[in-house]
């Protein structure tokens, strides 16, 4: 078994907060917590924290709402302010890599390399070439820092700081285990973010953050529907799995069809990248998590674009409900926002590097 205990996942979005808590069992890892709180539009934009009081505020609630009482977590960073890269540099010890890491940033970050954090991770050692495979991360020292003090005031310890392509990665390995032998492609769409990790035979090897998500689709809702930004967000959600003509305005499907292909369109971009640097032939396969996986006009049209077959992760496939305090509904409702803070939630207080 797994060293330490599991960290409570704190996924702190654009519009909500979400807190997962597992444990071990002899079944493995059962949810035994599960908070969710809403945040107010402009709480958070870009991934900025614009209102610091709110998240402390929704953060407090959450934990206490959902009775939880581990401080240790696990929190996530995205968007803009970060890079992963994959690099090859030649073979050498882990504590000359530590050594030499900043220097290999410089030259592989587009960051002033005194403002980021760096971290790494060995992927392959490939002696008969003298080379080592490494998966290079690099994010803004501001931004994890906003982040941590949030938790921190929120009386949080804060133990990890993960970023939401490697949580959802850690999620699908848990519950399905990474192909060996194929390239597939995980992407969380949330609000303001779409996060893109594409796994190529059991490693990550290329991630990218777009910064497109739900909140467009409810934008050009409520602007050619001539409705509230709220009304819009309503309608939208209540159009998932409905049929065009069924009560609500055609002109909303025409919408939602129109932005989930922009988005598709943006997705498809950045696949492309994929396949034309790295030489590997195609993606078999995208997974789709985060709120606006709810959309099946968005998954079909990633399809469309990539010419790739399309699912939806069910974040709970291994996990069990251990405890009665979980709330069923919300997470039957929530399932698909809730695949990073779970992600999360398997990082542990004793981890072992790699
Ligand atoms: N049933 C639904 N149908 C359509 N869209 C939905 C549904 N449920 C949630 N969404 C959309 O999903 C988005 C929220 O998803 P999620 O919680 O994954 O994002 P977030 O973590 O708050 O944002 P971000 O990751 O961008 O910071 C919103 O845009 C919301 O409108
Ligand atoms: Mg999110």
Redesign the pocket.
Known sequence: MAEGIPLVGV?I????V?VCQLKDTRAGLGLVRLGFSP?EPQT?VD?HIMNSSAVIEALARTFANAKIRQKEVALSV?GQSVISRKITVPIMTTAELDEQIQWEAENHIPFDIKDVHVDYEILRRRPEAGQMDLLLVAAKRDEINDYVQIARQAKLKPAVVDI?AFTIQNLFEYNRGLPPDRTIAII??????A?INIVSRGTSAFTRDITN???S??DQISKQLGISFEQA?QM??A??GQEAGGGLPNKLFQVIEQVSDSIAGEIQRSLDFFLATSGEERISRVYLT???A??PQLSSAIGRRARVSVEVLHPTERIAVEAREVDAGLLNSRA??LC?ALGLALRRNKEKRQ
């Open positions: 996924d979005g654009a519009t909500s979400k945040l958070i991934r995205s939401d969380n769409v949330g609000a303001s973010l996060s998500g739900g909140n689709l409810t967000e939208k959600c159009s998932a985060g709120g606006s709810n959309l698909a926002q990073v």
